[in-house]
């Protein structure tokens, strides 16, 4: 009758470690699917914010390409009214 008891035992045993390993699967699983899925939309969240930096930097550029223009222009335009002005003056 002991040898029937320990053999239960065993089989209790064996038993809950089965379902414990089988728990820290699925609890392994899942943590690498959330990881994978999580790294996957901070990987598609990036491309989007770079995506979105070089339109910026895009549009940004030329806007700076216009003032800077604006100001050649401004120059010019005062370098000929002070080439008119400066040898009227001497």
């Known amino acids: 009758m002991a040898t029937k008891t320990k053999k239960t035992e065993t089989?209790?045993?064996d038993t809950t470690a089965n379902k414990a390993l089988g728990l820290a699967t699925k609890a392994n699983d899942l943590a690498l699917s959330t990881t994978e899925k999580v790294a996957m939309k901070s990987?598609?969240?990036?491309?989007?914010?770079?995506g979105l930096s070089s339109k910026v930097v895009k549009k940004a550029l030329k806007a700076s390409a216009k003032n800077q223009e604006l100001v050649f222009n401004t120059l010019e335009t005062v370098?000929?009214?002070a080439a008119k002005f400066l040898p009227k003056s001497k």
């Open 11 to 13: 089989t209790i045993i």
């Open 43 to 50: 990987i598609s969240l990036t491309e989007k914010g770079i």
């Open 79 to 81: 370098k000929g009214k």
